[in-house]
C-alpha cells in the first residue's frame, strides 16, 4: 500500500498518461487498504487474517463520452495497458450530455480540514485476540446465557488519492476499528440471540470488551418468553440502533438521481414541511473522528457541513456533478464512488440533533405502543414511501417497557411517519448515521 505522497503521484502520472492518449479530460482515484481482523468462539480462536490491497481506477473522457477501468496491478506496464483500454472503450462509448468532471472552481483547495481520522495505530494480532476473548467471556458469563455465536475485532487503515485534469491532486489516510459479539440465551425453541457492536476511527476510542459483552448478554436475555402484541393504530418507538434506517430511506429519496428518474417520494415536496419545526437532520464531513469524515466528495468537490432538513423542509438534494448539471443546479459536494465506474451519491456523518425529552418521557402518554428493536427485511417503496417491515422489541403499557415480542410487522407511510416524529434527548455518536430515540404516531401494528 503507498503512502498518501506515492498515491498523489502515482494518480497524477497516470492523469499525464491519459492526456497524452487523447483524452479530453480526466480523473483518477487510488484506494489502498490494510485491516487485521480476529474472530473467536467459544473462548477458542476461530480465525485471524489480514488483508491488503490497493486499486487504481481511471475515468477518461473524449468529449461527452467516458469510459472506466480500474487495475490492481501498478506496474507501468498494467498502467500503460489500462489508459490504452480506456482510449479505447471511450471513443466507441456513447455520448452523456451530463458527463464530466465537477466544475474546476469547486474543488477542494484549501488548507487541510482536521476531521483527526487517522491514529496510526496498529494493534497487535495477540492484543486484538485478548480483546476478543475477553468480550465473548463478558457475555458469556452472565447468568441465562447458554451459546455464543462470536466475537471478532478488526483494525485496518485506508489511503485515498484522487487527482483530476484540473491539476488537483490531493489525499488522505484514515483508519478504524470494530469490535462486535453475539451470544444466545435460553435453550430449545425458546432461544434467542441478540449482539453489540461499536466502530470508531480511533483504538482509543473503540468501547471496552467487558461493556461490550455485557450488553449483547443483557440484549439477549431481555427477548426471552416473548409475548404477543394485539394488532393495531398505535406509537411505536425506534431505539437509536434501529432508528437511523429510517433517515436512510430520507437520503435515498433525497439522491439527485432518483429525483432526476423520478422515483423518489420527495417528488414535488421541496416546498412542503414534511417534518415538525424541531426535527433536524444534520450532514457533517468535518466531524473530528467520524466514521464517514472526508476533506472532498469523490470527484474532489470541497465538502462541508450542512442541514438536510431544516424547519421541517428538505433543504437540497444530495448531489454529484452529472445530477446536478441533469437538473440544472450545483453539486452539493456528495458524490461517492468506488475505482470502478462513475460516482454516485452519499452523506457523510449523518445526525438528526436531539429533542428535550428524555426517552422516558417521551413514552410516558402511551397507554399501548411499541419499542422496537430490530427490523426486519427491506419492505420500502422508495417511489410512493410505503413502508412495511419486521419487527421485534419491547410492548409499551401505560408509559413502561413491558413484555418482549417479536415475528411483528409495522406498516405506515414515510411521509406521513415523519410528519409526526418526535426526538428524545439521548443522541449517541456511534454510527454513520446516528439519532436519538425515535416516536412516530399512528403506525399499524400487525401482531404475532
Known sequence: MLDVQEAEGRAAALIHAARKAGADAADVLYVGEASTG??????ALEDVGRSE????GLRFFVGRRSASVSSSDLSPDALAALVDRAAAMAREAPEDPYSGLAPEGRLYRGEPVDIDGDDEADP???ELKARALEMEEAARSVPGITNSEGAGISAGRSVVALATSHGFVRGYTSSGYSAGVSVIAGTGA????DSASHQVRHYADLEGPAPLGSLAAT???GRLDPGKLPSGTMPVLFDPRVGGSLVGHLLGAMSGAAIARKTSFLLGREEEAIFPDAIKVVDDPHRRRGLRSKPFDGEGVATRPSRLIDGGRVTGWLLNSAAARQLGLETSGHASRGTGGAPGVGATNVHIEPGAQSPEALRADIARGLYVTE?????????TGDYSRGASGFVIENG???????EITIAGNLIE???????????DHRRAINVPTLRVEGLTVAGA
Open 53 to 56: 490491497g490497493e486499486e487504481i
Open 400 to 406: 413502561e417497557l413491558t413484555t418482549a415480542v417479536a
Open 190 to 193: 425458546g432461544m434467542q440471540r
Open 417 to 427: 411517519m415523519f410528519r409526526t416524529l418526535s426526538a428524545a434527548d439521548d443522541l
Open 375 to 383: 427490523l426486519i427485511g427491506q419492505g420500502v417503496n422508495t417511489v
Open 38 to 43: 480476529v474472530q473467536v468462539r467459544l473462548g
Open 219 to 221: 440484549r439477549a436475555l
Open 124 to 126: 497487535s494480532p495477540g
